[in-house]
């Protein structure tokens, strides 16, 4: 099969993630294996960070290049997290002309059998969620042609990953607010019966079960919920106050 099928068939294989149900982590994996196949790699690995900007290793090829990976976080040190920083790919990073910039990412990346390394940002409209890392036994080139293959791979990614994440948040936001909304039908049977034993107004009988759910540190739903099964006598309320 030749490079532009091949290409075809990875893009296909990676927009997968735009439909509903997919594996994240199936994602990311897949990610890291196309990449070193299409690009020559050795070796690659997936930092990617968590909805509060703390990186985590994601993904990897080998062990080696996760061990390598969790080192770089845990010495603050490496391409991987100035491409984090500043947005920008660092590709073509001969070891042997970085000792001084970062000599503890230089060390072990030796000592784990790589001599040259790139970073690729995982990117959407200036925002930075991630980075694909490449390792190369020797010493490796990429062409621009290359880079902008590898940025379009991890783009792709992202677009999927940030799809779920929006997927995710809106169904955090849709129980929300369905539960807001359920409290609210409680709160308003509620209402109707503290205003009705307790010979007050509806808005009245809302301040002092607010009162009691602030004074009690409770939810004002389940207030309600007891008010309306007998659990709380609404004549409690009214006690209480005075």
């Given at each position: 099969?030749?490079?532009?099928l091949?290409l075809?068939?990875?893009f ?6 735009l439909?509903?149900d ?6 990311l994996h897949t990610l ?6 299409l690009?020559?790699?050795?070796a690659?690995g997936?930092?990617l ?15 080696e290049?996760k ?6 976080l845990?010495a ?6 100035d491409?984090?920083?500043?947005g920008e ?11 001084e910039r970062w000599?503890?990412?230089r060390a072990a ?8 390394t790139?970073a690729?940002?995982?990117r959407?409209?200036g ?9 190369c036994?020797?010493r490796?080139t ?8 590898g940025?379009a791979l991890c783009?792709?990614a992202t ?21 807001a ?14 205003s009705?034993r307790a010979?007050i107004a509806?808005?009245d ?6 009162t009691h ?7 004002l739903?389940?207030v309600?919920s007891a008010?309306?099964?007998?659990t709380?006598n609404?004549?409690?309320?009214t006690?209480?106050?005075?």
């Amino acid at each position: 099969m030749n490079r532009e099928l091949r290409l075809a068939e990875v893009f296909v294989e990676l927009a997968d993630t735009l439909v509903d149900d997919y594996d994240v982590i199936d994602l990311l994996h897949t990610l890291c294996e196309r990449s070193i196949e299409l690009l020559h790699a050795d070796a690659a690995g997936l930092i990617l960070a968590d909805q509060r900007g703390v990186l985590h290793v994601m993904a990897s090829t080998s062990h080696e290049a996760k061990l390598l990976e969790l080192f770089v976080l845990q010495a603050d040190e490496g391409p991987c997290l100035d491409c984090y920083t500043t947005g920008e790919q660092m590709a073509n990073l001969d070891l042997d002309e970085v000792e001084e910039r970062w000599p503890k990412f230089r060390a072990a990346t030796i000592a784990a059998g790589y001599r040259s390394t790139h970073a690729i940002p995982l990117r959407l409209r200036g925002q930075v969620i991630g980075v694909l890392n490449l390792f190369c036994a020797e010493r490796a080139t990429l062409s621009e042609t290359d880079v902008s293959l590898g940025q379009a791979l991890c783009d792709i990614a992202t677009v999927g990953l940030l799809q779920e994440r929006i997927v995710r948040q809106g169904e955090v936001l849709a129980e929300q607010l369905q539960s807001a909304l359920n409290s609210r039908v409680l709160l308003e049977q509620a209402k109707g019966i503290i205003s009705e034993r307790a010979g007050i107004a509806v808005d009245d009988a809302f301040v002092l079960m607010r009162t009691h759910a602030r004074r009690n540190r409770l939810q004002l739903g389940a207030v309600a919920s007891a008010v309306i099964d007998g659990t709380i006598n609404p004549s409690e309320f009214t006690t209480k106050q005075t």
